[in-house]
């Protein structure tokens, strides 16, 4: 579920509508630091990550090493993969996909908390500050902003580089953002808010620090910007490597 989020704010406020030329599709990959942490006695260590991004008008895919994401909005699924146990799991985008699973629950008690976190996972909020910083991070002009990102998860404070240099597609864009509300009954209104208020970031994120408070632990994550293309995808972007296993969601 943290990994399907990260995705969602990445369409979110990481492409933002820059107008531009039209771009058939688009690559991006990044580097990811998280810093170690000690959350209820045990140590979470250290994890440095590549992470390769494809999005085109069919949908959206997320690699590193350990894991990929593929986001498909017009078939309304994710499809999660793990590459060390050379296994995937196909989940519904829709809630009412996630409500047939709760109703499917034998247990009271487990379906009601189910119901709960389902209606808090529908509220996502976002505010932004603009500054007047500027700098330069590798060849790319930025300006400073502050992001405050609300979800179940916790509250996110996140120090977000962005530039204008580089130039993405709005109707990619739009289209994308749009079939994922479409298939997401119930979130609609905090989507469109969330990216009405996103909207203010002006460019591309290049850099980004994020700080999130964990049962009362404080854990940053700093996301760098490495390359950022106008690059046709494979044909083969979206499909399951051959020979893994599907697993049954639990």
Sequence with gaps: MKRILSLITLLIFGLLSVPGPSHADIYMKRKRHTDAVKIMGMDQPAENVVEE???TKKGFRSDDPKSSVIMLPYEQKVIMIDHRKKTYMIR???VDAMQVRIKEG???EKTAAMKGMMKNIMKIEAVVRATDEKKKISSWNCKKYFLTLKTFMGEIENEVWATEDLKVDSALYDQLTSSMIS??????NSMKDVTSEIKKIKGI????ISTQNIMNQSRKTVTDLMEFKDKKAPKNVFEIPKGYTKETLP
């Design 183 to 188: 298939v997401m009954p119930g979130m609609e």
């Design 205 to 208: 994120q290049v850099k980004t």
């Design 53 to 55: 991004i494809w999005i």
């Design 106 to 108: 034998k247990d009271p």
């Design 92 to 94: 519904d985008l829709t």
